[in-house]
């Protein structure tokens, strides 16, 4: 048995496939204040995946951070602590400290332009004036890089755009929000094993 000790003692782990690493990254503020936000829906779609396969993040550096195996990949989900404005130095530091391709990374965050709830993904687009989004750009160099938006609407009377924003969510949207969050950790799942062209087509404007 010898041999079979010294088998496993020199064997060496398998490198993972950078195709196969994913970083999943919500935006979002940290503080309890900023919890039930509209603008920290980027978090909360990554709690509810947490949530439902039993992770638990972990302080590491910019963010919050832990790791969920899913049919071969690794996605490794993200909540920068760098506040919004600054969302950009975390994802790209977290890209290349795992050497994940730029196509392999998906942005979940709020969006004023669509519907409560409805899903919209792109493989890229402007910074639409979303601070977090500018920061990505301005990071990366460019605005190639898949995004997920979910839905806030835009009820607010002029003026008020920030307080709508940083505001919590009403009752009715409370009530709506679990099942429009199911939805979207389905949509990521989706990113991982389908693709972006599949997920878009199967999601969007759902």
């Given at each position: ?76 989900l993200l909540k920068p602590n760098t506040y919004m404005n600054l969302s950009g130095k975390a994802i ?111 999601f969007n404007g759902k």
């Amino acid at each position: 048995m010898k041999w079979l000790t010294q088998l496993f003692a020199t064997k060496k782990a398998e490198p993972i496939d950078p195709m196969k690493k994913y970083l999943i990254a919500g935006l979002g503020n940290i503080g309890a204040e900023y919890v039930n936000t509209r603008h920290n829906i980027g978090f909360k779609v990554l709690d509810r995946l947490a949530q439902q396969e039993g992770l638990s993040f972990e302080t590491a550096k910019l963010g919050a951070v832990t790791d969920y195996k899913l049919k071969g990949r690794t996605l490794i989900l993200l909540k920068p602590n760098t506040y919004m404005n600054l969302s950009g130095k975390a994802i790209k530091y977290w890209l290349d400290k795992e050497n994940i391709p730029v196509e392999n990374l998906l942005v979940v965050t709020d969006d004023l332009n669509i519907p409560f709830g409805t899903i919209r993904i792109k493989p890229r687009g402007t910074d639409g004036g979303h601070n977090g989004l500018k920061s990505i750009q301005q990071l990366l160099g460019n605005s190639d890089y898949p995004r997920f938006r979910f839905g806030i609407s835009d009820e607010f009377k002029k003026g008020q755009q920030i307080s709508y924003v940083l505001g919590e969510w009403g009752d009715e949207e409370k009530t709506k929000l679990p099942e429009r969050l199911d939805k979207a950790v389905e949509a990521i799942k989706s990113f991982t094993l389908s693709g972006l062209a599949d997920t878009m087509s199967n999601f969007n404007g759902k």
